[in-house]
Structures are given as structure tokens and as C-alpha cells.
């Protein structure tokens, strides 16, 4: 297996006195896109947070590269090389596409792998026939593809995309996953957070669900989508 570029090991995470994650642990490999799966409020979104810096694990490590980055602020996460793309796709609704790409978290030279504004049309062309209109009268799937596209030009090491197809017309559903594709391809390493295990086939190469804030299946999507038990008790399918 390829090496690991980040690591969640046994975090626990709370909401006030009430425990979301418990003691919840998986590992992600270079160039793989994972897929965390569970029901509602199974406890996807928070570990997209905490891993992201956007909430605060109580206890546990969270590693990139071999590097804590454990309670570390999500701007310096993000440098370190998180790219956190959240449910609610928060883009500038006052500012233009362009200038939501330009304001972007710019991070690292990695040469030929430096993303610009350019390359990001390239990458999502519906973007750039809209460069001009403001963020706030985009579409959902214009703003999640604006979401994205302001994620990838901060260069960064671990996309994590939560829930990018929650809510969107099935023709922009396509879209997300031949994004999500592409960038697969590209070498890309990628969380998907998802409660659809459909969408995820032929995307992810991995698996892990969540229930009750804690992993309670690691393997292939092959081999999730095989286990007909782990699929009912979990994923509601
Ligand atoms: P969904 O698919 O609905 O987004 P999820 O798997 O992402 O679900 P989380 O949003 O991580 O789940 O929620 C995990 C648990 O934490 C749930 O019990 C939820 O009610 C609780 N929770 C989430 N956010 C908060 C909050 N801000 N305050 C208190 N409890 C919260």
C-alpha cells in the first residue's frame, strides 16, 4: 500500500458534555480516496471538523505526514495541507467566482502541481462562464464546485469533501463525481464523507463506517458493498 499521509488515532470528540466521536481511528494512504460512510448523525461531519481544526478533539491524535496537527487552528491545518470543503459550502455570496478563487488559501511551491485560477477552469469548467456573478446567485452545485475549486488552489495534500453531493439535481451529482474522478486520477488523496454507499462505488477505494461517532467497519468499498450485515446495520440499504 502506498505511505500513509494522515492519521486518526483513537479521537474523542464532544459537543458540551455530549460525546460525538468515540475513540474513533482510521488511516488514509497517498493517492487513495476514502470513503466515510454512515447514517445520519453517525458522526461523519465532525470528524471532517476535527480533522479540519474546525472543532477540537478532546483527546487523541490526529497526524499529516507523520506531523500532530492535534489542536492546531484550521488556518495552520489548512497551510499544513488539509483542503476542508464542509456541507455547507461556504463561499463569499458578495464577492465574484474569481475573486472567491483569488482570495483562496495559497500554500507551498509544488511546481507543476501549483494550482492557479486558470487550471481550476480547467478542472471545472462551468466556473469560468460564470467568472464575473457573485457567489451568492450561483446554484447549489455551482457553489459546491466553487467550493471545491477554492479548496484545490491551496495546493492541498488531503481533500476532504463532506457530503459534496447532499442536495443537488442529479445531473450535478454526475458532475461532483466525475470531479471527484478526475482528481482520483490526478493522484489526488481524498475523504469523501457520504451516506450514499452508491455514489461512492467506483469512486472510493476504501471504506470506513461510522455509527454512533466510532468505526465499525474498515475494507474495500468492494468489500463493503459485499457485506450485505455491516450494509444493513449501518447504511440503511
Ligand atoms: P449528517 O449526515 O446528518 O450530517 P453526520 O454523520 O455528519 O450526519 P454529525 O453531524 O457529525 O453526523 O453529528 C454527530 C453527532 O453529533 C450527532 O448526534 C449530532 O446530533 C451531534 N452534533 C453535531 N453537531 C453538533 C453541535 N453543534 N452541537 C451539539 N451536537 C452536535
Known sequence: MSPQVLKVDQVNVFYGTSQALFNLSFDVHKGETLALLGRN???KSTTMKS?????AAKSGHITLHNQAITG???HLIARAGIGY???DRQIFPDLTVEENLDIAI???ANGEDDWSIERVYEMLPLLKPLRERLGGQLSGGEQQML???RSLMGNPD???LDEPSEGLAPIMVQKIGDLIQSLREMGKTIVLAEQNLHFCLGLA???VVIDKGTDVFVGTITELNDNADIKQRYLSV
Open 41 to 43: 448523525g453517525a458522526g
Open 51 to 55: 480533522v479540519a481544526g474546525v472543532i
Open 72 to 74: 492546531r487552528p484550521a
Open 85 to 87: 470543503v464542509p456541507e
Open 106 to 108: 495559497k500554500r507551498g
Open 147 to 149: 467550493t471545491v475549486g
Open 158 to 160: 488531503v481533500l476532504l
Open 205 to 207: 477505494d476504501r471504506a
